[in-house]
């Protein structure tokens, strides 16, 4: 199995702030490679596919990029509805499809 | 508006079995791939099975293969998750979700039920 490795874990981080969030996939993926955002309480929703494809609705303030191994989601500033937790999920070798750990972002 | 209800959850004891159903609308179902996604207290998303527009093909995850059948009725815009054998660490909230459509895209979820809590417990 793909195993995925987000970094950091957590953050801490101001409004306006610029935030990058890596993930490593334990073998190449291509661009096989999707950011999801949740909130306590909520399900995961989709905020990049395919390493870099903007998902319809999502601010343009998200993007995404990498290829292979190495991907990082960019928040260019920080908004106070963005706190919530990040992951990675691979989609290039499938089953099984793998999350990764994620990472929360706090309030500074 | 696209929308997945999820049902079926509950308190269950080991070893016992439980169908979850999920009920599309706002889309044409038949033309999408679906997949049930599960996260236990505290912890990360976990995909756990796979079903095609025609189902066929099916996946599973290791940890619920052979315990878990997916399926799905198109005339009735719904698909379902029978679990047999329930362990301890199969409680979870339970989510079904949708797969974006396309080459690059698939295996990307674009939306999502409430979920369903399972609890397995004695």
């Known amino acids: 199995d793909i195993q995925m490795t987000q970094s950091p874990s957590s953050l801490s981080a101001s409004v306006g702030d610029r935030v990058t969030i890596t993930c490593r996939a334990s073998?190449?993926?291509?661009?096989?490679l999707n950011w999801y955002q949740q909130k306590p309480g909520k399900a995961p929703k989709l905020l990049i596919y395919?390493?870099?494809s903007l998902q319809s609705g999502v601010p343009s303030r998200f993007s995404g990029s990498g290829s292979g191994t190495d991907f990082t989601l960019t928040i260019s500033s920080l908004q106070p509805e963005d706190f919530a937790t990040y992951y990675c999920?691979?989609?290039?070798?499938?089953?099984?499809?793998?999350f990764g750990g994620g990472t929360k972002v706090e309030i500074k | 508006e696209v929308q997945l209800v999820e049902s079926g959850g509950g308190l269950v004891q080991p070893g016992g079995s439980l169908r979850l159903s999920c009920v599309a609308s706002?889309?044409?179902?038949?033309?999408?791939?679906m997949n049930w996604v599960r996260q236990a207290p505290g912890k990360g998303p976990e995909w756990i099975s796979f079903i095609s527009s025609s189902s066929s093909p099916i996946y599973y995850a290791d940890s619920v293969k052979g315990r878990f059948t997916i399926s799905r009725d198109n005339a009735k815009n719904s698909m379902s998750l029978l679990m047999n054998s329930l362990r301890a660490e199969d409680t979870a909230v339970y989510y079904c979700a949708r797969d974006l459509p396309g080459v690059a895209s698939s295996g990307a979820f674009d939306y999502w039920g409430l979920g369903t809590l399972i609890t397995v417990s004695s």
């Open positions: 706002g889309f044409t179902f038949s033309d999408y791939s």
């Open positions: 395919a390493a870099s």
């Open positions: 999920q691979q989609s290039y070798i499938t089953p099984p499809l793998t």
């Open positions: 073998q190449t993926i291509s661009i096989y």
